[in-house]
């Protein structure tokens, strides 16, 4: 099986390979596509500017995602438009943020061989964390770090040997440390910047285009199917 994942305006097809090693580890598999998001413009009249830039649930292209923004001034999160695709910039966010996507239908496993993919950017000294949000509402942040340096690049993030921090919803802070969280029921799953945003030009901010998440499902009670 391969995966194709859009990175600037080609396409690269990624072979999945068996895990190396013995025992027990050739017997996984990575588990197929949960979802893919690639962002959109949300609907805006007059003039294109920033305020009309600003991300809603219209900018989710996958109608079984919900959006959920975290932080002081999340609401200055904002869509634009880079090597053809949309992506979320933080440079107007003058706090530190986090967003998330949550399955409307399940919870998410990312215990085993479950994967991140998402092109990123970053520039002045700006790190993306992942985030996930547990079933008892618990947000957490992981040790995972991007930073690319101005550049788009696809990476790849494996969830079993991180260190995970609690993050405060309200003020995106991260706290204390979460030793072996249950990571088998996540509500949501995305990122966190824990730097305010430098505004447009030469400035600290982050991007991230698109998401795909390889992970088993979680039945949630009550769900719709």
Same mark, same amino acid.
């Given at each position: 099986?391969?995966?194709?994942?859009?990175?600037?305006?080609?396409?690269?097809?990624?072979?999945?390979?068996?895990?190396?090693?013995?025992?027990?580890?050739?017997?996984?598999?990575?588990?197929?596509?949960?979802?893919?998001?690639?962002?959109?413009?949300?609907?805006?009249?007059?003039?294109?500017?920033?305020?009309?830039?600003?991300?809603?649930?219209?900018?989710?292209?996958?109608?079984?995602?919900?959006?959920?923004?975290?932080?002081?001034?999340?609401?200055?999160?904002?869509?634009?438009?880079?090597?053809?695709?949309?992506?979320?910039?933080?440079?107007?966010?003058?706090?530190?943020?986090?967003?998330?996507?949550?399955?409307?239908?399940?919870?998410?496993?990312?215990?085993?061989? =479950?994967?991140?993919? /998402?092109?990123?950017?970053?520039?002045?000294?700006? +790190?993306?964390?992942?985030? &996930? *949000?547990?079933? !008892?509402?618990?947000?957490?942040?992981?040790?995972?770090?991007?930073?690319?340096?101005?550049?788009?690049?696809?990476?790849?993030?494996?969830? =079993?040997?991180?260190? /995970?921090?609690?993050?405060?919803?309200?003020?995106? +802070?991260?706290?204390?440390? &979460? *030793?072996?969280? !249950?990571?088998?029921?996540?509500?949501?799953?995305?990122?966190?910047?824990?730097?305010?945003?430098?505004?447009?030009?030469?400035?600290?901010?982050?991007?991230?285009?698109?998401?795909?998440?390889?992970?088993?499902?979680?039945?949630?009670?009550?769900?719709?199917?």
């Amino acid at each position: 099986m391969c995966l194709l994942v859009v990175l600037g305006n080609s396409y690269r097809a990624f072979a999945q390979q068996p895990p190396q090693g013995g025992g027990a580890a050739e017997s996984q598999v990575r588990p197929p596509l949960l979802f893919r998001e690639e962002w959109k413009q949300p609907p805006y009249t007059g003039q294109l500017n920033d305020q009309n830039r600003r991300v809603t649930q219209d900018a989710v292209t996958n109608p079984s995602l919900e959006l959920k923004l975290y932080g002081p001034d999340a609401q200055d999160l904002t869509v634009y438009v880079h090597e053809g695709r949309h992506d979320l910039w933080t440079g107007l966010v003058t706090s530190p943020i986090a967003a998330t996507l949550r399955d409307k239908n399940s919870y998410i496993d990312l215990t085993g061989l =479950a994967r991140l993919q /998402w092109i990123v950017r970053t520039q002045g000294l700006h +790190v993306l964390h992942p985030v &996930v *949000k547990l079933a !008892d509402g618990t947000l957490l942040a992981g040790s995972h770090t991007d930073a690319t340096e101005g550049e788009y690049i696809e990476r790849e993030i494996s969830f =079993a040997n991180q260190h /995970w921090f609690k993050l405060d919803p309200q003020k995106v +802070v991260t706290t204390v440390e &979460v *030793k072996n969280p !249950d990571l088998s029921k996540v509500d949501e799953i995305g990122f966190v910047d824990l730097m305010p945003g430098g505004g447009h030009g030469v400035a600290g901010w982050s991007n991230v285009s698109v998401v795909q998440l390889f992970a088993k499902r979680s039945p949630r009670e009550g769900a719709s199917r």
